[in-house]
């Protein structure tokens, strides 16, 4: 039997190389994105997945909004499927981004049929397996097939995909993509290295039992994503906020048992600092993850990720990742736990279809 944690560890740490496949491998599907959207027509974009692929959703919204000025958001498969009504509020054309690893979540593959039964429009799937049911549905598929898992929860999938979702993003935007995401995996290697050992210490430390996971604008999704990772593999207490709401509440939770992390975005830093500095006064460990140092290092208990990527904005918000990866890994073993195997999880969630028959 391998060793707990066998498969996890090694899909962590194969990032930097899964990374520079998927960049690759975008790269030959690029050309054929142009014809797919022509000029970018639908003036409405939706992004839609569970669990992991929902949060990535949030991230993969917000870039598409921010970088191609279409309205873009981000909702749960369940929902189009429950409440179609609420999500598709007029006639107008919509692309749907439909993202999951395996292509066979029920209610993303139901979801994609009430697109098609209520809305029409171009299906783009962003997926680890070109052969799936969600692949072979779509328009249109972006698939990192380099970054397929053994282990339930996802780590290098979620974050080759995020690469996906960036890539097109910026290919439909005009951005030179290689340029921007060819620099990624070497900056992942030096995360992995130059942090490892931090990701250990605060994962394997007996005084934190509790963490929160703030991030805001694009890294929200992140932030959701990296608490998602600590809940599944770890079986801890892990929430996450969009760091200014953390005041309004949440904040009540903290305590000298607390471990913050901060995804911090530069154009948010003062605001976002302040609040990290907040929580730390009031007796909480805090991980700060900027792109040049928070500014807040000094103190004790507060710890420093320092990106130093030299990429544009939204060409970094994998980055935040790997290293939480780890903290997750570590917390998981130090717990007693799998990380291959979370307790009442299987990789896919399939149910009977959730659909009344047309
Ligand atoms: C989505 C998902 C995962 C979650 C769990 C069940 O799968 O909800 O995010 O961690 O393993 O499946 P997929 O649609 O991306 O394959």
């Not at 250990?200 to 932030?223: C, K, P, V």
Request: with cysteine; charged share 20%; net charge negative.
């Amino acid at each position: 039997m391998a060793e707990r944690g066998f498969h996890t560890f090694a899909e962590i740490t194969s990032q930097p190389g899964i990374w520079a496949y998927t960049v690759a491998e975008f790269q030959t599907l690029a050309p054929r994105l142009g014809h797919f959207l022509p000029d970018l027509q639908p003036p409405q974009a939706i992004f839609t997945g569970c669990g992991s692929t929902y949060y990535l959703s949030l991230t993969a919204a917000a870039l598409f909004q921010a970088l191609n000025g279409v309205t873009a958001q981000a909702r749960p498969a369940s929902e189009l499927v429950i409440f179609p009504k609420l999500v598709f509020a007029s006639g107008a054309p919509v692309l749907l981004v439909a993202i999951s690893r395996s292509g066979e979540t029920t209610e993303t593959l139901d979801a994609v049929e009430v697109f098609r039964r209520h809305v029409g429009g171009q299906v783009l799937a962003i997926t680890c397996d070109g052969d799936s049911s969600l692949a072979r549905e779509a328009d249109f598929n972006l698939t990192a097939s380099h970054a397929r898992e053994e282990s339930v929860a996802q780590t290098r999938s979620f974050s080759s995909m995020a690469l996906l979702a960036e890539a097109l993003a910026a290919h439909l935007a005009g951005r030179d993509v290689v340029a921007a995401l060819g620099p990624l995996p070497t900056t992942c290697q030096r995360l992995l290295d130059e942090y490892g050992d931090l990701a250990r210490m605060l994962g394997e430390a007996a005084d934190i039992n509790r963490f929160f996971f703030l991030g805001s604008g694009y890294l929200y999704g992140m932030a959701s994503e990296a608490m998602l990772k600590m809940k599944e593999m770890s079986l801890s207490y892990s929430e996450a906020f969009h760091t200014l709401e953390f005041r309004h509440g949440p904040m009540s939770m903290v305590d000298e048992h607390t471990l913050i992390v901060g995804l911090l975005a530069e154009s948010a830093l003062r605001h976002e600092t302040a609040v990290l500095r907040q929580m730390h006064q009031a007796g909480a460990q805090v991980l700060a993850i900027s792109e040049s140092g928070s500014g807040l290092d000094g103190p004790d208990r507060v710890h420093e990720v320092v990106l130093r990527s030299g990429v544009p904005v939204w060409a970094r918000t994998v980055l935040y990742l790997p290293v939480l990866h780890l903290l997750a890994f570590h917390r998981a073993l130090a717990n007693g736990q799998d990380p291959d195997r979370p307790a009442h999880l299987d990789a896919v969630v399939m149910l009977d279809s959730l659909l009344e028959s047309p």
